[in-house]
């Protein structure tokens, strides 16, 4: 993570992060793991409801899923000063870049809107084609579509709309993995 002076963090989460929204929404993340017991209670008194991981068979940590619900239509975050300790520590790309001086305030404004856009876009997409898996991470429900069309034989409109979510599905996994996270994130 990169350190910047404390004055300049607020400046940059009021114009930049507070026009994203991105890692709460459920386009860059599925959940959000929970550190203990003590984050999970601390977050249920807040009104978050927890889950455990479905995967393998040994017990996982409990985790928040995405799109969170703490995540306000104006990107605030309803349990910002309770909120889970990845979520205080996780710090996209574009963030460290403003912080660090690397990119201009402007420049990242116009990348979060080219992923805002393009994350509307595949949604509305995914829309057109199922009602299914509304609400689900993107990536999850973009797996469901893919898995659900190779189950039945789709018409010709159908495979149009899913070609143009995939090619604007591409575009938006592409500018993620470059301008907001690692690919170990």
């Not at 969170?68 to 205080?88: N, S």
């Amino acid at each position: 993570m990169n350190t910047l002076p404390a004055s300049d963090a607020p400046d940059i989460i009021a114009k930049l992060c507070l026009k994203c929204g991105l890692c709460c929404d459920g386009t860059i993340f599925a959940d959000v793991e929970l550190r203990d017991d003590a984050e999970t209670a601390r977050l249920k008194a807040a009104g978050l409801q927890s889950r455990r991981k479905r995967t393998g068979s040994a017990p996982r940590p409990s985790c928040i899923s995405q799109p969170c619900a703490a995540l306000g239509t104006d990107c605030h975050c309803a349990v910002y000063e309770d909120r889970p300790a990845h979520c205080r520590e996780f710090e996209c790309l574009l963030f460290g870049e403003v912080a660090n001086g690397t990119l201009r305030p402007a420049t990242a404004q116009r990348i979060v809107s080219r992923a805002r856009r393009l994350s509307s876009e595949a949604r509305e997409l995914m829309d057109t084609l199922t009602d299914e898996g509304k609400g689900e991470p993107l990536a999850e429900r973009f797996r469901m579509i893919a898995g659900m069309l190779e189950e039945y034989d789709p018409d010709e409109e159908t495979l149009s709309v899913f070609g143009e979510l995939t090619m604007v599905w591409q575009d938006l996994v592409n500018l993620l993995g470059t301008r907001f996270y690692h690919e170990s994130s």
